[in-house]
Structures are given as structure tokens and as C-alpha cells.
């Protein structure tokens, strides 16, 4: 046999202690592992590297290679006994479990080799997404600029940024999320990949503000038509609607448009807000006010 360094192999100086020993190791092991590896020989260097660790990990086994060299098997009873390799009844646990997670299917560690043991999902990856309001009433496709994990040639893994078509489906509430299957972080060792929640956010420069299941909308009227009454047009998610103000309405007060709010099973109400708007002034306005306010002997404070 051979002799081969395995200080050499993973990297590390004679006199390296156990901890530097199992944290090289465990960073050779990761790059190098079958089952995630793109390098052309990564299975020989991960035996290489096992076969090193399974020597220098043991004190005994460790001595007897540092006294003896290429002749170490000799010195040791029962390691060398039919395993060419060095490894095969390895225990991998930590490595694996901090590595590659819990093994599926409740298999053990044990060995090479064994992709199906090591398959893991990939993690669920969470993400925002603002839509308009208007969408969520009619439901649409919309392209969203959305972070994807990718693996480079080199098998590092990095987010990209990717357009893709969405699904709003209609009456989805806010807060709750799209799942796109697959879409996730990379599954390893064969197992399949996470999948992608896109959680819904209200456009953040909606006109609308939605409270539960209740829309409120903004309804801007001139003094006169407050005063009056008047027939207007309210903005709403679907278009605008013609409506009738009573006389005398008031800053604040509403107006409700029965099950034109959120469009669930039992969809909520629309609220037009009155919000009443002065005029910008010029003389003639400054004068038509002055005899106004003379005619009334009204304090709204009083």
C-alpha cells in the first residue's frame, strides 16, 4: 500500500488538534460530497478525505500512523481488516446532520454512496409581494421581479433576480400568501426543492385603505355640494360609481355601499369618507366668504 499524508489530504499541519482536524475535514467533506458536487473526481477525494479522518480523528489510529508511516496498518489490529477504503463503517452523524440535515427516510449515515439517505428538501423561501387592490377584486396575472435560488456552474448557491408571471387569485385577502411548488430553496441529494410563499401586501400608494373585509375610499365635495347635496362619482376598485349626498354632510362622515368591499363569501362594504374641500382663494372667493360668514351667526366650536 501506498504511504499517503493525510495531513496532507486535509489540509492540515502534524501537530493540528482534533477540532482543526474534524473542521477541515468537515469543510472538504461538504465541498466535495457526490451527491451535491459538480467536480469530475469528487468521489475519489471524498473517499481520500474520509479515509484520512477515519485515521487522524483516533488517537490510537493517529499514533501508530505518526510513528509508523506507510506501514501503520501493520500496527493495528482489526482497522485494516478488509476495508481497502477505510471508511466504509465511518460514523458520519454530525457531519450529515449539520451538512445535509436529518437523513430521509430515518436511514443511517453509514457508508458511501447512499444518494437516498442524504435527500433532503429544500427549505420554504418567504417573500413580499404589493398588489393593487384592484386586482384582488377582479384577480389577474401580474410580472413580478421575484428572488430565486440558483446554482452556479461551481455549485455555489446564489439568489437571482427573475421575472415571473403571477396568479393574484381574486378576493385573496392581504397578509395571506401564494405558493408557488418548487420554487423554493434546492433540494439536495436528490430530494426535491422548497417551495416559494409570496405573502400579499397592499400596494403601499393605494387610494384605497382596506380594514378587514371593508374598503374606505376618499369622497372630496365642494361646500356648496356638502351643503346642498349633490350627485357625484366615487372611485371605486371596479370603476366609479354614481352617487347621491344627502344636504348637510360633514368631514368624516360616511356613506356605505352594501357588499362592494372585498370580494369574499360574504364580501364587506364599501365606505366613502366625506372630505370636505375649500376652494383656492382669490377676491372675489374672499369677498363671497366674508358675506357668508356675515349672514350666519354660526361658531362650529360653540
Partial sequence: MDYKDYY?????????????????????ARKYHPDVSKIANAEEKFKEINEAYEVLKSDENRASYDQLGSNWKQG?????????DGFAGADFGDFFESVFGQAAGGGGHGGFGGQQSFAR??????QTIEVKLEDIYTGVNRTFVIQQPEQHPTGQIYLAQKRMNIKIPKGIEPGKSIRLKGKGELGSGGGPNGDLLLKIELDSHSKFELKGKDVYVDLLLAPWEAALGASVQVTTPVGKIALKTPKNMQTGKKMRLKGKGLPVANPGN?????????????EMAKEQWQDLAAQFDFNPRD
Wanted: without cysteine; charged residues 30%.
Fill in 8 to 28: 496532507k489530504i486535509l489540509g492540515v499541519d502534524k501537530k493540528a488538534t482534533k477540532a482543526e482536524i474534524k473542521k477541515a475535514y468537515k469543510r472538504l
Fill in 270 to 282: 364599501l365606505y366613502a369618507v366625506i372630505k370636505i374641500i375649500i376652494p383656492a382663494e382669490n
Fill in 121 to 126: 428538501k429544500g427549505k420554504n423561501i418567504k
Fill in 76 to 84: 493495528q489490529q482489526g482497522f485494516g481488516g478488509g476495508q481497502q
